[in-house]
Each structure stands twice: as structure tokens, then as C-alpha cells.
């Protein structure tokens, strides 16, 4: 579904049921709708790199590491938002 600001948007339940993922908690939607917000942002600044490297005469190198660093820094942000802990007990690394 489409807000009228024209981001997708996705039905939140309260409280989100965590991902099946080990050290994932259930997420408030007001957390969910911060990292969706941050995926927007996210989007917006790959592209710009997108844009400039379809230009040409920009260094590359520079720009891959732009992007490394973006997708970074959103991947610390959200990580700062959803908290994921530690996962107890014995591993299973089979």
C-alpha cells in the first residue's frame, strides 16, 4: 500500500513478532516505522550514488566505498533502533 506522500507502506501489528532470527526481539511500531524511515533515507543516498556513477568522471573507487560506508551506517543505525541481543545456550553451527 501507498501513503499520499508516495512511501510504501506496511501493515503494523502491535507489537511486531520478531524475525526468526536468533537475538531478535519483538519490535514497538513506532520502531518498526523509525528503520522503515531509515530505509527510505537509505534509498535516497544510494541512488545518489547511483546517479553520480552513471554520470562518469567521478573516481570510483571513491564512490563504492561511499556506498559501503552508507550501507553501514544505516545497517548501525537500524541495529541502534531494534537492539538484536546476544543468543544464550549451546551453538549449533552444523
Known amino acids: 500500500m501507498t501513503a499520499e506522500n508516495g512511501q510504501h507502506e506496511l501493515p503494523i ?53 561511499a556506498k559501503t560506508d552508507m550501507e553501514r551506517a544505516f545497517m548501525c543505525m537500524n541495529r541502534a533502533i531494534f537492539q538484536p541481543e546476544r543468543i544464550d545456550g549451546e551453538l549449533d553451527l552444523r
Open 13 to 65: 501489528e502491535e507489537p511486531m513478532t520478531p524475525l526468526p532470527v536468533a537475538g531478535y526481539t519483538q519490535q514497538s511500531k513506532e520502531r518498526v516505522a523509525e528503520v522503515n524511515r531509515n530505509k527510505q533515507l537509505e534509498e535516497l543516498c544510494l541512488r545518489r550514488i547511483d546517479d553520480l556513477r552513471a554520470q562518469g568522471g567521478h573516481e570510483a573507487r571513491w564512490l563504492a566505498m
